[in-house]
């Protein structure tokens, strides 16, 4: 059994930064993606970054320029490096890890091509 942990929301005030981590246990998971979804009040969880296998990352256009995800896979843990936060970037963040072994962009962004998924991170950027 996989267990996904998110740390370092918060709240921040617009132009601040914040730097997301997802610990998983249970399995090694370098060989498949990871990634960032979020999800504000009343809307759908949408993508955010994913990195696969490779290193390779792909943004949404949102937070491209904005935001940087990383792994370490010694320690199976994901990061987003979030600079330049908006209101709008205001959401429960969550990690979503087994995804698919591929840097095929709408496979990257899919929720359904994700395996494990974590609490959410809550990150609440003040205007």
């Known amino acids: 059994q996989v267990q996904l942990v998110e740390s370092g929301g918060g709240l921040v005030q617009a132009g601040g930064s914040l730097r997301l981590s997802c610990a998983a246990s249970?399995?090694?998971?370098?060989?498949?993606?990871m990634a960032w979804f979020r999800q504000a009040p009343g809307k759908e969880r949408e993508f955010v970054a994913a990195?696969?296998?490779?290193?390779?990352?792909y943004y949404a256009d949102s937070v491209q320029g904005r935001f940087f995800i990383s792994r370490d896979n010694a320690k199976n843990t994901v990061y987003l490096q979030m600079n330049t936060l908006k209101p709008d970037d205001t959401a429960l963040y969550y990690c979503?890890?087994?995804?698919?072994?591929?840097?095929?962009?709408?496979?990257?962004?899919?929720?359904?091509?994700?395996?494990?998924w974590g609490q959410g991170t809550q990150v609440t950027v003040s205007s």
């Open positions: 979503a890890a087994g995804g698919p072994r591929s840097t095929i962009r709408s496979l990257l962004s899919s929720k359904t091509q994700y395996t494990y």
């Open positions: 249970g399995r090694t998971l370098s060989m498949n993606a």
């Open positions: 990195i696969s296998w490779s290193d390779y990352t």
